[in-house]
């Protein structure tokens, strides 16, 4: 069994920053990449930011030069600092790990976080 445990919302003022933390504990083999997704009420979950077990990252555009994801392997933790905050990124963030399991190590499997609301406002 795998579980992602969120911390790390809450309320920000505009321009503000918030980080969060995402970490991955229970029976885990090894982890491959990790995400931020965002989800407001009656919209799709959409990407935020991602990063690979080698680093690379990608982030959506809405983002970019504001928002930094990172990774501690050894930790099994995705972080995601976020700067310059907007109303607009009000949202619930959930993280999400591809994660093989120690009692399946060659298949990743992906895992979700609980969701942490952030709030943007004044």
């Known amino acids: 069994q795998v579980q992602l445990v969120e911390s790390g919302g809450g309320l920000a003022q505009p321009g503000g920053s918030l980080r969060l933390s995402c970490a991955a504990s229970g029976s885990i083999f090894s982890t491959n990449r990790m995400g931020w997704y965002r989800q407001t009420p009656g919209k799709q979950r959409d990407l935020v930011a991602a990063?690979?077990?080698?680093?690379?990252?990608n982030y959506a555009d809405s983002v970019k030069g504001r928002f930094t994801i990172s990774r501690d392997n050894a930790k099994n933790t995705v972080y995601l600092q976020m700067n310059s905050l907007k109303p607009e990124d009000t949202a619930v963030y959930y993280c999400n790990h591809y994660i093989a399991t120690l009692d399946s190590p060659s298949r990743y499997r992906e895992v979700w976080g609980q969701g942490t609301l952030v709030t943007v406002s004044s």
């Open positions: 990063i690979t077990n080698s680093g690379n990252t």
